[in-house]
């Protein structure tokens, strides 16, 4: 997957108030995000913020997995089973998303 982001894995600080990215264990780390922590849900921010890199990769394969099982699976099979508008939406949702995270929608 061709990015524009800084590329994963991003973790928290030692502090939690920011989150960064480096190659390696050892100095420089650079940060990626700082954290606004005079919330409560402060925290919570920060681990999402850190797993971004790894929600976008799956999002992307679910999204890829979806389309294609809908391309394998009988029109018949689908509509018997009532998947077909759950997996057209969950893969819709899917697609929007990476879009957004991507800068190519709002």
Not at 55 to 64: G, I, P, Q, T, V
Request: glycine content about 4%.
């Amino acid at each position: 997957m061709i990015t524009k982001h800084t590329p994963g894995p991003w973790h928290l600080s030692r502090s939690g108030q920011y989150v960064r990215k480096n190659d390696t264990a050892d100095w420089p780390a650079w940060n990626v995000a700082e954290i606004n922590t005079a919330t409560e849900a402060w925290e919570a921010n920060a681990r999402l913020i850190a797993a971004a890199p790894d929600l976008l990769a799956a999002c992307a394969a679910l999204a890829a997995l979806t389309r294609d099982l809908l391309k394998l699976v009988t029109a018949e099979q689908i509509t018997q089973s009532g998947l077909e508008r759950r997996m057209l939406t969950v893969s819709e949702q899917g697609f929007n998303a990476l879009s957004k995270a991507r800068g190519e929608s709002s």
